[in-house]
């Protein structure tokens, strides 16, 4: 019987709060009480460890186990609903749009019990190659034993480094295993990025709408925001970045994700790119370029990033697996040029270095081939969603409502009419069980609060029709109550 | 045979670059050329995949395969030097005392090809609990398929944090699961209780000597370090603490490590911990808690953390399963207190979540009740070593020096007579493959210049007791060469 163990500790424990078994007495050897109780030798050996772990049993090296002083732990210990999982926490709505709470909120709301969650920018699991990447963990774990015992130190695991390389080198930046630094998910290699080349009170442009995380990490560095307007197909505007750093003078770094904007969906082509890459280089700034998603681009052609034209190291590359290969790995990586150095010493005073086990995973995997007949059925399956999802939203939202952009395919930006609020409607739809990202999340300074951002990566199937379906329902609802601050309407 | 596809790709791509097959032409499909070469229809789909990751072939959706403008493409890729990996690096033995790159130029040790690594404080990696770990690791894997497809969101695994909060609660300290939030190791629970709780400008109050992770945190931070002394038994001069802080009026944070102290060993009596609570509260600052070592003590009774006895919210208490349990998994966590929603809001800002594979085979591992059994085994092994190779340093390095400390185990604390340079001697026993940790790096001002850390977690045995034979006579070279800039020596 495999948990024989357990009913032999209920037993044991009993006798001993029953002071069958005196505090500080010595209990029987592990063979006489494996006989008195007709079980194995290492039944009562599980027995024994799992009720010392209790604290019912202390075990002393060369003498034998002995009764623990378990009143005083149990007095000690808190009481037992502490024990018990965490309930859904309350999402604290207002506190959404803060600068610096906005993403522990968001991650609130995915606790809630809800029916379809479109909050994150995530795809749904299956799309991912879990099966290989499992087959590959059992493999690296009968190889090397050892493997969790090792303590890691340098700038990443070799082997992946060397893959990442060769995958790098394919989207056209020129690197060495040198260049390249592993990070815990390209927000700590953002994170670093910015810690290395700002200091607090300095300024950063960004694109607007931007990805809130940006927001809160800029808040958190002290670091003040500069808004730049995107346009819908290209994402940010070269005219006001040129204009903007004209006027400020002194911007210290512009934070763009040149593929596959979040949450635009925008893709630059490469003239635009390389245009991007003089202005920053004429104002003396730095590019923190945010690749993300370039891997997810709908294109079968891999958008070049930035970086592939950068010859005087101005530009930092922040790279991921979070959302082309395998989310829980959270694996990124940052190729900083002139301030690589400065990098590998913040990382370390970050969080030392990043855990082996996945990056010996992830390099085996791209290593063996299999990286762009992944990557290629991924934007199959996304590209399946886009079209029928754009539709719905045009079909059951209100009138007047756009929908996702030339490039869009992971996620849709809906712009609905003016006076809709975006944070009510979240508000209603998790009641009923249905998430999105609220468009005032996506900027520092209250835009965008009649725009969404809802995640699509996932199957076009009659449960994500009707949730849209629902969505617009609610959207219109709100849009026939009378709006209290909402100023004339049509 | 297993890697037939690997040959079938290298005769393709011959025929690809001998242009047998021009770029854009069509190649044949995967049955005609399973039957044209005599292999399986698996082996060419491989065989195609590999040559589309490696930029050879594309693969159209719905069309076919077709040779790659591979020739664009290797004009792109550098240099085939850079895919070797990366050789050794050339130490900077200037900049290993340098506040901003002391770790850096610490890790860059690690890649010397070296017989006796003693720089860093890591036990032999079959001291851990290597084989029930991998064991946990692929019933997890076989168990959950989709695992590395997750989206990893909250403040860490629910079932890590229930096993967790057994383990703490047994510690002493009172909390339940929203108390606690998961870290990349505790170095990243360091920096963001830091972060937390001060502003660049701030003071901070350390130990002297001091953990070289923290100066290296505080400089990036640009925190200014006051360094208190302590005393070899007991840790942090509760005086020295209160004098400073009275001293100085604002100081922010008191960094320490009451329970076993890096580098020191020293563990602080109950009594004393109780005290040092009190001068903090006393003078309204936060005490950061670093116990990263605090399982490993070489008592069986676990020591307290300060943590236990707080009532007001103001101790931030960073643990680690890095030193005890399983290096290689970078996971620790933190119990902030009052200041426990503003770490959470830190950590997604940081490096948004922890990795979820780890913190599923490590929540088995606690909950199984094998850790007590696992710290025993690890404690009795750790003594098994003090002893004779505290011995062997006090036969064999100059007469005058001091090692080891009452409770030390895990390194030796190594004190040589005053006019001797240990930065000097890491230098030359670096080149006989040995290398320990010069006491300049646990400093920010200079200090511990004659003293060393010696990493001793490991089974004595006669290449252990050779090493330190060898750094005594390296030692005792440089103590009768004549030294440029000493004083007048005995």
């Known amino acids: 019987m495999q948990h024989s163990y357990i009913q032999l500790s209920k037993l044991l424990k009993l006798d001993i709060r029953r002071q069958r078994y005196q505090v500080g007495a010595k209990l029987p050897s592990v063979r006489q009480y494996a006989e008195s109780q007709g079980v194995s030798a290492s039944t009562v050996v599980r027995c024994y460890r799992h009720l010392e772990s209790e604290g019912y049993v202390e075990i002393r090296a060369k003498s034998g186990m002995y009764v623990a002083d378990w009143k005083a732990q149990q007095a000690r210990a808190p009481a037992s ?168 003078g002194s911007v210290r770094a512009v934070v763009v994700m040149p593929s596959f904007q979040n949450p635009l969906g925008s893709c630059m082509p490469d003239a635009a790119k390389r245009r991007l890459l003089g202005i920053v280089e004429k104002h003396n700034s730095v590019l923190i370029e945010d690749d993300a998603f370039g891997d997810l681009a709908p294109a079968a052609e891999r958008p070049r990033p930035v970086k592939a034209w950068d010859r005087t190291g101005r530009v930092i590359y922040c790279g991921s697996a979070s959302k082309s290969m395998a989310p829980a790995m959270r694996l990124g990586w940052v190729v900083g040029g002139r301030h690589q150095r400065l990098l590998e010493s913040l990382k370390l005073s970050n969080s030392l270095t990043t855990p082996l086990f996945e990056q010996a995973v992830l390099a085996e995997f791209i290593a063996s081939g299999a990286l762009p007949s992944h990557l290629r059925k991924l934007r199959e399956r996304l590209a399946a969603t886009v079209g029928p999802a754009t539709q719905a939203v045009l079909q059951h939202f209100p009138l007047g409502t756009r929908a996702g952009g030339p490039a869009g395919g992971w996620w849709l930006w809906i712009a609905l009419p003016d006076a809709l609020d975006t944070m009510a409607l979240l508000h209603a739809a998790a009641q009923r069980g249905i998430t999105f990202t609220p468009g005032a999340l996506f900027s520092a300074s209250g835009k965008f609060a009649n725009h969404l951002r809802l995640n699509i990566a996932r199957p076009w199937d009659r449960e994500l029709e009707q949730g849209i379906k629902t969505l617009g329902l609610l959207a219109k609802a709100q849009q026939s109550q009378p709006a209290p601050n909402a100023g004339v309407g049509p």
Not at 128 to 137: S, V
Not at 157 to 173: D, E, F, Q
Not at 192 to 198: F, K, N, P, Q, S
Not at 224 to 234: D, F, G, I, M, R
Request: aromatic content about 6%.
């Open 81 to 248: 609903s502490a024990m018990a999982p965490p309930p859904a926490q309350a999402v604290q709505y207002e506190q959404l749009a803060s600068l610096q709470h906005r993403m522990t909120q968001l991650y609130v709301l995915t606790s809630l019990p809800l029916t379809l969650p479109l909050h994150l920018a995530l795809a749904a699991p299956p799309w991912y190659p879990c099966d290989a990447l499992a087959r590959i963990g059992q493999r690296v774990l009968r190889r090397d034993v050892l493997a969790f015992g090792a303590y890691a130190t340098g700038t990443g695991l070799p082997a992946l480094k060397t893959a990442l390389v060769g995958h790098l080198t394919r989207c056209g930046i020129e690197l060495g295993p040198h260049d390249l630094l592993m990070t815990n998910g390209a927000t700590e290699a953002l994170q670093i990025a910015l810690r290395a080349v700002t200091r607090p009170g300095d300024t950063v442009a960004v694109e607007s709408p931007v990805y809130f995380g940006i927001v809160q990490m800029l808040e958190h560095l002290g670091l003040k925001v500069l808004e730049v307007p995107c346009t819908a197909s290209q994402g940010i505007s070269l005219e006001a970045l040129e204009y903007a750093l004209e006027q400020h």
